[in-house]
Every structure is written in C-alpha cells, then in structure tokens.
C-alpha cells in the first residue's frame, strides 16, 4: 500500500502567487511563463478554492494545455469549463483530476484558462495536484518548505 502522506505523494504547484489578487485581467493561472509541467506526472488534480465572487462577475475557469510554458493555451476538452453559480459560490471548491496520457503528445504544460466578466474583484486560489509515476515527492521550498510539512501517520 502506498503512502498516504499528502507531501510525499503528490508535488504542489500553486496557479496564483497570492490568493487576495483580484482575479480582474487575469487571463490564466499561473500566468504566461509559468504553467505547469506536468510531464513525469500521471495525473494532475486541479483544485480552485472560490473566494467572494461579486454578483455582478460571471467567471469561467477552464484547464487548458499548451506546447511550453510560454505557449498558446490550447482547449482539452469543452466539458472542462466550468462558470460557477455566483449566487451560491463563496467558498466552494472546483475539482479537476486530468490523465496525462490523454494530453496530446506535445502538450504537457497546464495552466487554468480565467475568462468571463470580472471586473468587480472576485477572488480564487488555484492548486494543482501533481500524481508523480515515482515516490517519492520533492516539494519545491518556495511552494511548501519542509517546514510547513506536517505528518501524523502510523
């Protein structure tokens, strides 16, 4: 059975730097420069923790795959978008768990596509869960420093 340490079995890459950003004139996270490799990965979980939406925004967050870290986002799949109900949206969580291997070959960089109106500061922090094809996990210090790993298991 395998571990069950959340540190060790999955690497965490953060979507935006900070999570009281306002999400107006983002157009992706992470940002151009930066998406997310995730070649070496299995799958990908992607986690958006939903902040105050204003009423007057309708966002849409859709994972989306590129051919470099400063590439062009391409669409994976139309049924991955995904515009929450602003009307019952603060603090709710959106889940998607990707497959590597169902990326087109040349595609390993993610990020999550920020569309919609959002002109009113509407807030969300976006994590990607990355499951490794080997164990152990090395977080990056800058994401999550040893010393914000905390382990309770027998």
Avoid at 53 to 73: I, M, Q
Avoid at 92 to 107: E, R, Y
Wanted: with cysteine; proline share 5%; glycine share 6%.
């Amino acid at each position: 059975m395998r571990n069950r340490v959340l540190a060790n079995n999955y690497l965490i890459a953060r979507g935006n730097a900070n999570c009281e950003t306002a999400l107006s004139g983002v157009s992706a996270l992470p940002a151009s420069g930066s998406f997310v490799d995730v070649s070496g990965y299995e799958y990908v979980h992607i986690l958006i923790h939903l902040g105050t939406l204003h009423a007057s925004d309708s966002p849409v967050f859709e994972p989306k795959c590129s051919d470099a870290a400063n590439g062009t986002l391409d669409r994976i799949d139309s049924t991955l978008a995904k515009t929450p109900d602003v009307t019952a949206d603060d603090g709710q969580v959106l889940v998607w768990s990707i497959k590597t291997d169902t990326l087109p070959a040349d595609h390993h960089f993610l990020a999550v596509a920020v569309s919609g109106t959002l002109t009113n500061g509407s807030y969300a922090d976006v994590l990607f869960l990355l499951e490794p094809r080997h164990l152990p996990v090395t977080q990056t210090a800058a994401v999550c420093p040893s010393d914000n790993q905390f382990y309770w298991v027998n």
